[in-house]
């Protein structure tokens, strides 16, 4: 059985960064793809990043502007998501999962194995 465990969130002031962690346990993480969402209060679950295992990529939300890196060490097996220059519009519970399916999307719906999330707060 796959789990997920995040940590690394937090108060942080606008401008600030965080790293975020996802440890992966039950499976090698190399044969993974594995995303990064978020949701706020009263919002929709978003996709922040996905990562995918056979192609090496690594796609970003719009709103990520180039401010956030998504990265793991397989050895570790380990997803880090380092998030820099935040917002207060980035304040959200911070979810990794697993693509059931093998490969990246944007609906949550094809992933699983969700984490307990990860709250950060972008405040002054």
């Known amino acids: 059985q796959v789990q997920l465990v995040e940590s690394g969130g937090g108060l942080v002031q606008p401008g600030g960064s965080l790293r975020l962690s996802c440890a992966v346990s039950?499976?090698?993480?190399?044969?993974?793809?594995i995303a990064w969402f978020r949701q706020a209060p009263g919002k929709e679950r978003d996709l922040v990043s996905c990562?995918?295992?056979?192609?090496?990529?690594?796609i970003y939300a719009d709103f990520v502007e180039g401010r956030f890196t998504a990265s793991r060490d397989n050895a570790k097996s380990t997803v880090y998501l380092e998030m820099n220059d935040l917002k207060p519009e980035d304040t959200a519970v911070y979810y990794c999962?697993?693509?059931?399916?093998?490969?990246?999307?944007?609906?949550?719906?094809?992933?699983?194995?969700w984490g307990q999330g990860t709250q950060v707060t972008v405040s002054s």
């Open positions: 999962a697993r693509a059931l399916y093998g490969h990246c999307s944007r609906s949550q719906s094809d992933f699983g194995f």
């Open positions: 039950g499976f090698r993480l190399d044969y993974l793809t």
């Open positions: 990562s995918s295992s056979n192609l090496g990529t690594t």
